[in-house]
């Protein structure tokens, strides 16, 4: 996936000491440039913008990858040699050297040659697979997750193509296996199945390795379309996972190239069932070299373990949802597929979530995001309001409370909404009614590790400042959202939604209307397309781009510039409570 980021010119320099010359390659997370250091030496230099990296790439406020590379050294993996941070046009980039590698990468090769026979290719993988025993053997066990043909270099400086693994950016250890990857970060059709559910073990690199020995062999991935690739990010996942279903095809492979011991091989690295894999990497390179021999029963049984799958009730889901892409990647990420396959997650010891807290200003759309979640999830939706769980009798608001959380987990899987969070379980702190207090220790046992019994509790709030600590940590709500004003590409997206099936003139422009509406909430865009539709109505005319741009005229944001900025500032705060990063230099979560 390419960089959206700018590319720096030739002569710009760095840290007042790296001279780019000309950029190198560039994926989802960091640009890569060919430089020349103070000494002349040229180096590869890799530079990150830290403002665009979720907050599980950090720990304790730095780089996992970083911390992961200084503790390698092994001829097949780029050692790094320097690293820092440094402020480029007032963002923060963290930089990173190697030494320049004096070649090609496997997909420039792939772009030229097309495809590599088994002679080629098969000494490249085993090679490859000395450096993967070598991080998958380290007292702190290393996953790549992100073995590409565009992270492996070959080396040409040597009398042979000597591959080098490099693309850290990814990287965990299985202590880390709490630190999430980014799915846009990955390649669909290179990782290994558990790895687009979050879960990464060692066969998750072996995986990857299987499948870009056959891109390799065969010109492309394993199970690759681009028509897939087409759908919007939220669908793709699952389109891959039902095209996997499907046994490996190797109808056109030339039988005098590739014999039955290496289709036996690529079927065991590439199966969906994790005990069928290669364990090790060792015995993934025996196989190559033809040391051990498979039969045909060995792998016949790769692809007969299906992903289990529950029936989703009807709804439109995420689809529904305008814009706000990053939103749905972090809800699809670090929630849904934790609860789709729980079992998948607990079998390696992952936790599952209990809840969400979405925050933000009034109208950004908080209990529509979280009726639009059930749906798309599945599970059973109950939204509750504070009137309908407060009593004036003493103790009947827990027991209302302790009823709500017993039917839910009768009825589970249950996503519980709770709208105006704040007057459940108002802070603690002062002079706070024993009543009052008494109903937040209830909310906050029954949501003790309620995911356990199928309830995931979604809570909504406009005060956010006002909610117990207590809800925050672990084992409760477990995420925190932010749900700021829609950015440009949002309200673009809101407006031809909202405008999709009305009597529309062609001369509106979205992209001007988003433009006119910066700061406009999900609520007052709907606000001025209906009060547009009314105007058109009483001439019986279209929707045109003047009626829509003199309704913006007329009709101000609903939400103050400086209420916005309290709850910037307020993420902030918990941001940095979180991860003790400054997130100054960090944006919300695609929304401005």
Not at 67 to 95: C, M, P, R, V, W
Not at 126 to 136: D, S
Not at 288 to 294: D, G, I
């Amino acid at each position: 996936m390419e960089s959206k980021q700018n590319i720096f010119p030739k002569g710009t320099v760095i840290a007042d000491r790296y001279e780019i010359q000309f950029p190198i390659g560039s994926n989802s997370f960091v640009q890569s440039y060919r430089a020349k250091n103070k000494s002349g030496n040229i180096i590869r230099l890799d530079l990150i913008n830290l403002a665009s990296l979720p907050s599980s790439f950090f720990e304790e406020g730095k780089l996992i990858q970083v911390s992961l590379l200084k503790k390698i050294k092994h001829t097949n993996i780029s050692a790094l040699k320097e690293e820092g941070e440094t402020i480029i046009d007032k963002q923060k980039f963290a930089y990173l050297t190697f030494d320049f590698i004096s070649g090609e990468t496997l997909a420039e090769k792939l772009k030229r040659e097309g495809k590599l026979s088994p002679y080629e290719a098969v000494p490249i993988v085993t090679e490859l697979l000395e450096a993967i025993e070598y991080l998958h053997n380290k007292s702190e066990p290393i996953i790549h997750n992100g073995i590409l043909p565009t992270s492996i270099f070959l080396d040409l400086s040597t009398k042979r193509e000597k591959p080098v693994l490099t693309g850290f950016e990814q990287a965990r250890t299985l202590e880390n296996s709490n630190q999430s990857v980014s799915i846009k970060g990955l390649s669909f059709f290179h990782s290994a199945p558990e790895l687009l559910n979050g879960v990464f073990i060692p066969q998750s690199d072996l995986f990857s390795v299987g499948a870009l020995l056959h891109h390799l062999l065969f010109g492309v991935a394993p199970w690759y379309n681009e028509n897939i690739l087409s759908q919007p990010l939220n669908k793709v996942k699952g389109l891959v996972e039902q095209a996997r279903e499907k046994k490996l095809s190797f109808d056109f492979a030339d039988e005098n190239e590739i014999d039955d011991q290496l289709k036996f091989t690529l079927t065991k690295a590439l199966s969906i069932d994790i005990e069928q894999r290669f364990q090790t990497a060792e015995d993934f390179s025996k196989a190559l070299k033809r040391e051990v021999m498979l039969e045909k029963q060995e792998v016949e049984k790769s692809f007969e373990k299906k992903i289990e799958k529950k029936e989703k009730k009807k709804g439109s889901g995420f689809d529904q949802i305008a814009g706000m892409s990053e939103l749905k990647e972090i809800l699809y990420t670090d929630v849904i597929r934790a609860l789709s396959e729980k079992e998948l997650y607990a079998s390696y010891g992952i936790t599952i979530p209990n809840g969400m807290l979405l925050y933000g200003p009034p109208g950004c759309g908080k209990t529509f995001i979280a009726q639009k979640f059930a749906d798309e999830i599945g599970y059973n939706f109950v939204m509750i309001k504070p009137s309908d769980l407060k009593s004036k009798w003493v103790n009947a608001t827990e027991e209302n409370i302790g009823k709500l959380f017993k039917e839910a987990e009768a009825n589970a899987p249950t996503i519980i909404f709770i709208d105006e969070l704040d007057a459940i379980v108002p802070s603690r702190e002062g002079d706070l009614h024993q009543g009052a207090a008494s109903a937040v220790n209830e909310v906050l046992a029954q949501m003790t590790n309620c995911g356990e019994r199928g309830i995931f509790v979604i809570g909504a709030t406009n005060r956010p400042e006002k909610i117990d600590a207590a809800i925050l940590r672990a084992g409760r709500l477990d995420k925190t959202i932010y749900l700021s004003p829609p950015d440009k590409a949002a309200r673009a997206a809101m407006f031809k939604l909202y405008l999709k099936d009305r009597p529309v003139d062609l001369s509106v422009d979205y992209d001007i209307l988003s433009l006119l509406t910066e700061n406009y909430v999900s609520s007052d865009i709907k606000f001025l397309i209906d009060e547009a539709s009314r105007q058109a109505l009483k001439v019986k005319s279209r929707i045109t781009m003047e009626v829509l741009q003199t309704v913006i005229k007329t009709n101000k944001p609903s939400v103050t510039l400086k209420e916005i900025n309290k709850y910037v500032a307020l993420k902030q705060k918990w941001d940095n409570e979180k991860g003790g990063k400054d997130d100054n230099d960090r944006t919300p979560i695609g929304f401005k």
